[in-house]
């Protein structure tokens, strides 16, 4: 996609705005288990000489609290995994507490942990293009990420960082609410919705998380490296679109 609200390039352009009619959802596995589970043990720290382990404190089994200002200092101040003892910073998320849009990706990145706000890099960049293409704001929706620390070389976080992590994602949704999720790539859809199938089978999809509307698109880093993967990425945001009455109109 090129500046503005222009959309990422070509598909089907609807011809008449829908009703406002939200898929049905599918029911997440899991989804009666609590945010955190019993604290993990001792990871080995991939930095660490001599064979030692990094000692974790785990975060409270239960985040009892009522709004993203109380769970943030939470999460600044976790040390579940090692990540922690790697990280510049902990990328928390950013967005409208009240969003009814959500958008999920994988992980921070370097500009990210630099920052420590989720999606500022050349991804967050055609995001932000994707997002003006729906018609929104970045300000108007939510941005977070599985895990809130970098992994180390921008890697795939492992199942257990993301286990250690994935609660306070969980809070974050429950607190928001939002009408539809966007979810970002297959590390995503994996550990949010417990799917082991690739993203390309799955995107473009309705799926479900504790009764919400799901849709799984590409992520925005692989868009940048597939280009020919963009038409699919449009299509599935134009369903989204779609949820909230929203159409595409080609500029004259």
Not at 18 to 45: D, G, Y
Not at 51 to 69: E, K, M, R, T, Y
Not at 184 to 206: D, H, P, Q, S
Not at 218 to 246: C, I, T
Request: charged share 20%; aromatic share 6%; proline share 12%.
């Amino acid at each position: 996609m090129s500046g503005g609200a222009r959309p990422l390039p070509a598909a089907s352009r609807p011809q008449a705005a829908p009703s406002r009619e939200i898929p049905r959802p599918v029911p997440a596995p899991h989804s009666a288990r609590p945010a955190f589970s019993a604290p993990p043990r001792p990871i080995p720290h991939p930095n660490a000489g001599g064979g030692g382990q990094v000692q974790i404190a785990p975060a409270p089994v239960s985040l009892d609290v009522g709004s993203l200002d109380e769970l943030r200092p939470i999460a600044l101040g976790c040390r579940r995994c090692p990540l922690a003892e790697t990280r510049h910073n902990v990328v928390f998320g950013e967005g409208d507490p009240h969003a009814k849009l959500m958008f999920i990706g994988e992980g921070p990145g370097y500009d990210e942990d630099m920052q420590g706000r989720p999606f500022v890099g050349k991804a967050g960049q055609l995001l932000n293009k994707m997002i003006a293409a729906m018609q929104f704001q970045r300000e108007e929706v939510y941005i977070a990420n599985v895990v809130k620390c970098r992994p180390p070389g921008n890697r795939v976080p492992t199942p257990d960082e993301a286990v250690a992590c994935i609660g306070y994602l969980k809070k974050q949704i429950e607190l928001i609410r939002p009408e539809v999720i966007v979810l970002l790539g297959a590390t995503a859809v994996n550990f949010l919705l417990g799917k082991r199938e690739g993203i390309t089978r799955l995107r473009g999809k309705w799926l479900g998380f504790n009764g919400i509307p799901v849709m799984p698109t590409f992520h925005p880093a692989y868009l940048l490296r597939q280009e020919s993967a963009k038409r699919d990425a449009w299509a599935d945001l134009q369903q989204v679109m779609k949820v909230f009455g929203k159409v595409y109109q080609r500029p004259h």
